[in-house]
Nanobody, 114 residues
Framework: QVHLVESGGGLVQPGGSLTLSCAAS????????MGWYRQAPGKLRELIAQ???????NYGDSVKGRFTISRDNAKNTVYLQMNSLKPEDTAVYYC????????WGQGTQVTVSS
């Protein structure tokens, strides 16, 4: 069992920045992928960014150049630095862990609005 705890969501104005954090605990496999997805009302859940424990990254097209994923393997924590936020970035952001099995966080709301 792996437990994911997200933090850092909130309300931000267009053009602003936010940083999300996700801490994993429990039975963590040394080889894993951690990342972020989001889901806006009426839309499918989409990949934002993911990062392997060895540092390989993958980004969704809609956030390339604006969002940066990083992780601290010693803390089993993944971060998402979000810059130049747009109203269309408004969604619930979910942390994801894949290491043999897949787990999801509870989600954190990000709202971009003036």
């Amino acid at each position: 069992q792996v437990h994911l705890v997200e933090s850092g969501g909130g309300l931000v104005q267009p053009g602003g920045s936010l940083t999300l954090s996700c801490a994993a605990s429990g039975r963590i496999f040394s080889i894993n992928v951690m990342g972020w997805y989001r889901q806006a009302p009426g839309k499918l859940r989409e990949l934002i960014a993911q990062m392997t424990n060895s540092g390989n990254t993958n980004y969704g097209d809609s956030v390339k150049g604006r969002f940066t994923i990083s992780r601290d393997n010693a803390k089993n924590t993944v971060y998402l630095q979000m810059n130049s936020l747009k109203p269309e970035d408004t969604a619930v952001y979910y942390c994801n862990y894949r290491g043999g099995v897949e787990y999801w966080g509870q989600g954190t709301q990000v709202t971009v609005s003036s």
